[in-house]
């Protein structure tokens, strides 16, 4: 069984055409290329093993974006320490899963993480191509297990949920160093 998902980052190349930018023909390409040899090597290395899971919460690193004002209205990404912010519209995110495949002799063959938070730690005037937080979480898991072989990593329900925390003035959620 082959499973396609999809996660996003905000300083990725464009995949279709938004915002008045053309999607990256060669991306594309490059992108569906490499899905398919992946696909082949993982089905040229299959064997049995197990599969481990182990949920988890992280806090203080997801949060909503919407929050209801004093005048009745819901912004998205209010300032950070707006006097005007009454709550949060809705909840943060929490919730980690971890998805680890063990061979027969116990070797970490791949693993997936997912986690519900919008890759935006990149400042909104960043030009460079980066996995943001995901790929530094997934390259972090992969040192922890011991995992030569890429960890994935799944978006988890992310739609008004962001790094920032604008309740927060002791800290700046932005950049590569936050990421």
Request: aromatic residues 8%.
């Amino acid at each position: 069984n082959i499973v396609v998902t999809t996660t996003h980052t905000h300083s990725g190349p464009n995949t279709v055409d938004v915002f008045g930018k053309d999607a990256n023909a060669d991306y594309i390409s490059q992108l569906k290329t490499k899905m398919i040899s992946t696909i082949k090597e993982a089905f040229d290395n299959r064997g049995e093993g197990e599969l481990e899971f182990a949920a988890g919460k992280l806090e203080g690193f997801a949060f909503n974006r919407r929050f209801i004002m004093s005048d009745g209205t819901i912004q998205t990404h209010p300032l950070k320490g707006d006097p005007h912010i009454i709550k949060a519209e809705g909840p943060d995110s929490k919730k980690v899963d971890v998805l680890c495949l063990r061979d027969n002799e116990g070797n970490v063959k791949g693993a997936s993480v997912t986690f519900g938070c919008h890759a935006t730690t990149m400042q909104r005037d960043n030009t460079k191509i980066s996995s943001d937080y995901a790929g530094k979480v997934s390259d972090y898991l992969a040192r922890l297990l011991g995992c030569d072989n890429s960890v994935l990593f799944f978006a988890g329900a992310a739609g008004n949920i962001c790094q920032v925390n604008p309740m927060d003035l002791s800290r700046t959620e932005v950049g590569l160093a936050w990421a």
